[in-house]
């Protein structure tokens, strides 16, 4: 099993800034990537930015450039920088993580933390 707990989130003006961190715990060679997914009041989870073991990073059209996905592999944590924040950012935030079970693929997910950008 892998655990995953979320931090960082908040309450910021449009244009600021937050950075929110995913601690995982537990099985942790399972995990082949991870990422950073959100909800948008009344809206689908919809993916954010992942980051494999590779270090190789993907991002969603409308965070590129404001948003920097990043591991820290000794600490066991993953972090998004979230720059020039705004409204439209205002979601729960997801940390989640990809990993083998043997022949099967497993996904874990964190409690999720409140981002909201005000105008």
């Known amino acids: 099993q892998v655990q995953l707990v979320e931090s960082g989130g908040g309450l910021v003006q449009a244009g600021g800034s937050l950075r929110l961190s995913c601690a995982a715990s537990?099985?942790?060679?399972?995990?082949?990537?991870m990422g950073w997914y959100r909800q948008p009041p009344g809206k689908q989870r919809e993916l954010v930015a992942t980051?494999?073991?590779?270090?190789?990073?993907n991002y969603m059209h409308s965070v590129k450039g404001r948003f920097t996905i990043t591991r820290d592999n000794a600490e066991n944590t993953m972090y998004l920088q979230m720059n020039s924040l705004k409204p439209e950012d205002t979601a729960v935030y997801y940390c989640?993580?990809?990993?083998?079970?043997?022949?099967?693929?497993?996904?874990?997910w964190g409690q999720g933390t409140q981002v909201t950008v005000s105008s």
């Open positions: 537990g099985s942790l060679f399972r995990i082949t990537a």
């Open positions: 989640n993580a990809v990993g083998k079970q043997g022949v099967l693929t497993v996904t874990y």
């Open positions: 980051i494999t073991n590779g270090g190789t990073t």
